[in-house]
Structure formats: C-alpha cells, structure tokens
C-alpha cells in the first residue's frame, strides 16, 4: 500500500543508518551488524526502485547527543553525559536539518549515502595489542 503512494508522488525514504556501519568500535558488534543492514537495505531499496522517481538515501550520523545514548547507558545519566566530555557533538537538530535538506533536494537529485561526523570526531585506528 505505501510504495506504490510512494511512486505515485515520487516520494522520498530516508533511513537512518549509522557510521558504525563501516568502521567497527569494541563492543558494537550487534549494533554495527544492524546499521550495516540498514545501509545495505537503502542501497538495495534504491536499486529495487530504479526508474521510480522514488529517491533512497541512508543516513549515516557519527557521535550525537540523543535519548538513545541514555538509553544505551541503561539510564546512568554521569555515564552519558561522560560519553561526550570535552567534545562537541552533533545533536538530534543537526541531524534534522541534513535530513530537510536531502528532502528538499530538486527531484533529479539522489544521495544514495551520508555520513555526518561532529568536527571532533573522526575514524578509529586499527587496535592493536602490544604484549
């Protein structure tokens, strides 16, 4: 019922994905599995819809102060607030606005993927154990 609304007005989808999605992090391994899906489904939703008009894109936010991190946290608030000491993250406003502006893109526009990072964020290094 809603993809053909959805071709019918050469609508938008616009899921949210993560950055964990290409670079892995200790401990995200469900996490990073599931926005991967996300990511991979976007990129195979695009596809599916070619010729549509309907346009796909995943977004792909780094470090942001949400609710979620509360709920990550399992609502220790000195704990998600410690996750973001000394940086400035993006905040859900942020994400918004990106999400506004690829859906306000002229129709003949698709971004198939975007990834958002704060400033003081950037890609983890390879760990390795010295013994």
Do not use: C
Request: no cysteine.
């Amino acid at each position: 019922r809603l993809l053909p609304r959805l071709i019918a007005r050469k609508g938008a989808i616009l899921n949210i994905s993560s950055v964990a999605a290409t670079y892995p992090y200790k401990g995200g391994n469900a996490y990073g599995g599931t926005k991967a899906f996300v990511r991979q489904f976007s990129l195979g939703l695009r596809s599916d819809l070619h010729g549509t008009g309907v346009r796909v894109t995943s977004i792909e936010p780094g470090m942001a102060e949400t609710e979620f991190t509360l709920v990550r946290t399992g609502g220790d608030q000195a704990a998600s607030d410690a996750l973001y000491g000394g940086a400035q993250p993006m905040t859900g406003e942020d994400i918004a606005e990106t999400l506004f502006w690829i859906a306000t893109l002229p129709p003949h526009l698709n971004i198939n993927a975007l990834e958002l990072m704060p400033v003081s964020q950037s890609f983890a290094g390879f760990q390795v154990a010295r013994l």
